[in-house]
């Protein structure tokens, strides 16, 4: 029964490349949602997907960033032209409805994103 | 809008003391809830959650948590801290089916 698996853990990125973080929910769960951590700010939502559908993408930056959940596949964050702000830990977490209210989160382990 | 306020960064209590953890909501409707904990290079797991059917809620690990309306105020406690309980604690609420979290906590356990 695997949790909700994201990868890589870690990477490293040149000011100007593009990142893609990868993010499977757990079984049976339609519902995923991206949040960024950075140290002393505690998490930042970004963007909220059910399959093939953007339901919220309030928190995400206007440029450079997008998010898809497509038909099959997993959930993929992805983040052009790297700056040295976007170093953060990345977060993903899924939940079977979502409803936010009796559909608690359960997160993925993270991806660590250092642009160098 | 909903939101939480953390009081504290940063919380030391020695092993066996009791835990305090403050936050603070904002909400023009009854929230939901939630304190959720993250240990080093790991992703949150979910403590307990407050869903207005009692106001005192028990969690994993021996924490609980009291919805105080009158105080606007959902603090989590625990009797007695354990080395293990060292990690970062974050409150959060339900706004417009999203979870949005407070800035955290960081509990350090002193021998």
């Known amino acids: 029964n695997a949790g909700v698996m994201q990868n890589p853990r870690h990477l490293v990125r040149r000011r100007g490349q593009e990142a893609r973080l990868r993010c499977s929910p757990m079984?049976?769960?339609?519902?995923v949602y991206w949040y960024r951590q950075l140290p002393e700010e505690g998490l930042k939502f970004m963007v909220y997907l059910q399959k093939e559908n953007i339901i919220d993408e309030s928190g995400m930056p206007k440029e450079r960033f997008s998010a898809e959940f497509p038909k099959e596949g997993p959930s993929i964050l992805r983040i052009q032209q790297v700056v040295r702000g976007d170093s953060a830990a990345y977060f993903c977490?899924?939940?079977?409805?979502?409803?936010?209210?009796?559909?608690?989160?359960?997160f993925g382990n993270g991806t660590r994103l250092t642009v160098t | 809008a909903q939101s939480v306020t953390q009081l504290g960064s940063h919380v030391s209590v020695s092993e066996g003391a009791l835990v305090l953890l403050r936050c603070n909501y904002s909400s023009s409707v009854p929230p939901y809830l939630f304190w959720y904990v993250q240990y080093p290079n790991q992703g949150l797991q979910l403590l307990l959650k407050y869903t207005s059917a009692a106001t005192l809620v028990k969690g994993i690990n021996g924490f609980e948590a009291e919805f105080k309306k009158s105080e606007t105020s959902f603090h989590l406690t625990k009797p007695s801290a354990h080395m293990s309980d060292a990690a970062e604690y974050f409150c959060a609420v339900n706004r417009d089916d999203k979870i949005i979290f407070g800035k955290g906590t960081r509990l350090h356990i002193l021998p």
């Open positions: 079984k049976g769960h339609s519902h």
């Open positions: 977490a899924s939940s079977p409805l979502g409803d936010g209210r009796n559909s608690p989160l359960h």
